[in-house]
């Protein structure tokens, strides 16, 4: 994403009063990804299962957010204000799970699992004010000039990953495997 706000290329502008130039970006994502496996083999023979599930999010937010007198003329009789802004957040949620059941003379169980998210948050926010000195661009406030660049990120992630593994038999063996991340 890219906002901007502002008076660019050779703008000029007079005002009564107070004059604000606000750009500001809010972008959200959010995700719930599951994946969930059921395997089950029961037999007077052999009963062999497997099980495998594997969930996956991956999030991006990169935004360009800037405010800003460029090249331009600006003549505020009050206060002039200049605000760039940036509040990314990220909401996710990972789940897996994996059940297996094996039942025989020979029973054997296998569950592997894996959830996994990325997420990032990042760009740039700025508020300026430039190229205004020996072009005949001119900014003059009748009040205070503040300029103001805050970017604030937030990554809200939950991740669970579960394996459950069940042998029955004269020989039994299970294995269950759970990997959760969360980048």
Known sequence: NVITAGLYGGSNVSAGGDVAITATDNATISADVVAVSLSVAAGSG???SASFSVSSASNVIGTQTLAAIDTSSLDAEGAITITGASAAEI???GLSAAI???VGSVGIGLSITASVVDNSVAGSVGAYINN???TGSVVEAGGPVVI???QAGQINADVVAAAISVS???VAASAAVAVALAE
Do not use: C, R
């Open 46 to 48: 052999p009963g062999i």
């Open 168 to 170: 029955v038999g004269t």
């Open 132 to 134: 205004v000195d020996g």
């Open 91 to 93: 909401d996710v949620l």
């Open 100 to 102: 297996s059941v094996g």
């Open 148 to 150: 103001d660049a805050s």
